[in-house]
């Protein structure tokens, strides 16, 4: 059974970082791209980053550009997402996802999808 887990969301003050993870169980992630999302209620899931298999591409929503970083650690399983300089507007659902059709910011091309960590940011 395939998982995906994501964690270390929370409330923090604008200007504050955060690092989310995204652990995967069932599944080999090294054969997979990931993509992190995020998602306010009632609006559509936004693309928020992108890492290739072997790390050697990364993309980035406009949004977050120069403040998120993501990164992956194959023996481990797992994926990250560093996010600094935290923004009020950066209040969602964060979501880890897995793509065998390299990048992509299209949600219909990801298979696997964790269930996602609140992010809250205070002004």
């Known amino acids: 059974q395939v998982q995906l887990v994501e964690s270390g969301g929370g409330l923090v003050q604008a200007g504050a970082s955060l690092r989310l993870s995204c652990a995967a169980s069932?599944?080999?992630?090294?054969?997979?791209?990931v993509g992190w999302f995020r998602q306010v209620l009632g609006l559509e899931r936004e693309f928020i980053a992108y890492?290739?298999?072997?790390?050697?591409?990364?993309a980035y929503g406009d949004s977050v550009k120069g403040r998120f970083s993501i990164s992956r650690d194959n023996a481990k399983n797992s994926v990250y997402l560093q996010m600094n300089s935290l923004k009020p507007e950066d209040t969602a659902v964060y979501y880890c996802?897995?793509?065998?059709?390299?990048?992509?910011?299209?949600?219909?091309?990801?298979?696997?999808w964790g269930q996602g960590t609140q992010v809250t940011v205070s002004s």
């Open positions: 996802a897995t793509t065998n059709v390299g990048y992509s910011f299209f949600t219909g091309d990801y298979k696997f």
């Open positions: 069932g599944v080999t992630l090294s054969r997979y791209g």
């Open positions: 890492i290739s298999w072997n790390s050697a591409n990364t």
